[in-house]
C-alpha cells in the first residue's frame, strides 16, 4: 500500500527515538504561557496529548517502564497539586481514566469522576450548549474552537463509557455535532479554528492545520472509545471523509500540509502532518475511508519521518497556537519541539507499522 520503501525495522526504531525525545523535551524558545507546554513536567494540554500516546503505546506492548513512568508522572503532578479545571488541563484526565483500569488506584478514579462531573454539568457554555474553550489565560466567551473536541470532549465521551453514563456519552456527541455545524467551511469540508457567538464570526477564517488535525486523529479514537449511534457515526465519518478529501488534494508536493491549509505561503508544519497520517491511515484499517487514501496517509507519514532528527525530536512544530484574527497571525507562529509534536508522530508511526504487517 505504501510505496514508498519503508520496513517495520525502520518505523520501530523511530519509535524508540521518538518517546526518548517526548519524555526530554525542554524548552527551546521564551515561552509566554503561565506554566511550561513543552517541559513535560507540567500538568496540561499539550503534555496530556503527549500521554495519551504514550499509553496507546504501552497498550500496544505491554511496555513495563512506559507504564512506570505513566504512574509516577501522575503521582507526581498529584502530589504538587492540580490546576483549576478548564478545557485545556482537562486534557491529561483522558489517560488517568485507563490507567484506572490498569492500576485499580481509587484516587485515579475519583479524580476522573470529578473532573467528568464538572465538565459535563458546569464548564461554562456557549448558546446552544456548546463548550466554551476557557484556558488557563482566558474565559475565552461564546467561543467554540476545535481543539476542544481533543482536550475534554475525547475524555467526557470515555468517562460516559467507564462509569456506563450515557447522559456523558450523549453529551460528547452532542459536543462534537455542535462544533461540527459552527466550525465547518461547507465549501471545502475543512474546519475552521474557531466561532464566537459574542461577535457572529470565524475570528480569521484560518483553515488550520493542527486545528483540523485534532478532529480527524480524535475522530478514529473516540469512535474506538465510544458508541454512537449508526446515523451519528455515518454523519461524523462523511465529515470526515470530505476533509481527507480536501486534504489530498492540498498536500504539499513534499507530503506535508502547511499550517494554513489552503495557504502554500504558509510554512509546512510538521504535527498536522503526523495528526493527519495516523487518523488517515487508522481510517483506512478500520475501513472508514477507501483504501487509495492509504497513499496519502504514507506519505505524510515519510515526510514527518525524515523531519525527526537524530534525537528523536520532531522538527518544523508550531508552538501552541491562541485564536488568530488574521492569517498572519499563523504564519508568525514560532516553530520549536513539543509534546504533541512527538505524539502526533508516535502515534502515526505505530498505526503505520500496522499496515506493514
Known amino acids: 500500500m505504501n510505496g514508498i520503501g519503508l520496513q517495520k525495522k525502520e518505523i520501530e526504531q523511530a519509535i524508540d527515538k521518538v518517546i526518548e525525545g517526548m519524555i526530554g523535551l525542554k ?37 513495563s ?32 481514566s485507563y490507567l484506572y483500569e490498569e492500576t485499580f488506584r481509587p484516587k485515579y478514579l475519583h479524580i476522573c469522576m470529578e473532573w467528568a462531573e464538572y465538565a459535563a454539568g458546569r464548564m461554562p457554555r456557549t448558546p446552544e450548549g456548546g463548550i466554551a474553550h476557557t484556558a488557563v ?57 474557531g466561532w464566537t457567538f459574542k461577535e457572529g464570526h470565524r475570528f480569521a477564517e484560518a483553515l488550520w492545520g493542527r486545528g483540523n488535525a485534532w478532529y480527524t486523529a480524535g475522530l478514529v479514537d473516540f469512535l474506538d472509545m465510544v458508541e454512537v449511534q ?68 504514507f506519505r505524510a507519514l515519510k515526510a514527518v519521518l525524515d523531519r525527526i532528527d537524530g534525537n528523536g525530536v520532531a522538527r518544523g512544530v508550531s508552538y501552541g497556537t491562541r485564536m488568530g484574527r488574521t492569517l498572519d497571525f499563523y504564519k508568525e507562529i514560532p516553530q520549536c519541539p513539543m509534546p504533541y509534536g512527538q505524539s502526533m508522530a508516535l502515534l502515526m508511526l505505530v498505526e503505520g507499522s500496522k499496515h506493514l504487517d
Open 27 to 63: 524548552p527551546a524558545i521564551k515561552e509566554d504561557t503561565p506554566a511550561s507546554i513543552v517541559s513535560m513536567d507540567v500538568w496540561d494540554w499539550s503534555q496530556g496529548v503527549g500521554l495519551f500516546s504514550l499509553f496507546l503505546y504501552y497498550k500496544e506492548t505491554k511496555d
Open 65 to 96: 517502564e512506559i507504564l512506570s513512568y505513566l504512574t509516577d508522572w501522575y503521582d507526581k503532578r498529584l502530589a504538587e497539586g492540580l490546576p483549576k479545571p478548564n478545557v485545556n488541563t482537562m486534557c491529561p484526565l483522558l489517560t488517568l
Open 137 to 193: 489565560d482566558s474565559p475565552n466567551e461564546g467561543e467554540l474552537w476545535d481543539d476542544t473536541l481533543y482536550m475534554t470532549v475525547l475524555f467526557l465521551g470515555r468517562m460516559g463509557m467507564l462509569l456506563k453514563r450515557d447522559d456523558y456519552v450523549q453529551e460528547s456527541v452532542r459536543q462534537f455535532l455542535v462544533h461540527l455545524k459552527y466550525l465547518t467551511d461547507v465549501k471545502t469540508g475543512l474546519f475552521f479554528h
Open 230 to 297: 449508526s446515523g451519528v457515526k455515518g454523519f461524523l465519518l462523511s465529515s470526515l471523509d470530505r476533509q481527507i478529501g480536501k486534504l489530498a488534494e492540498l498536500q504539499a508536493d513534499s507530503g506535508m500540509w502547511h499550517t494554513l491549509l489552503n495557504d502554500p505561503s504558509s510554512y509546512e508544519e510538521t504535527s498536522a502532518t503526523a495528526g493527519f497520517a495516523y487518523g488517515i491511515l487508522k481510517a483506512v484499517r478500520r475501513g472508514y475511508v477507501g483504501a487509495d487514501c492509504g497513499a496519502v496517509g
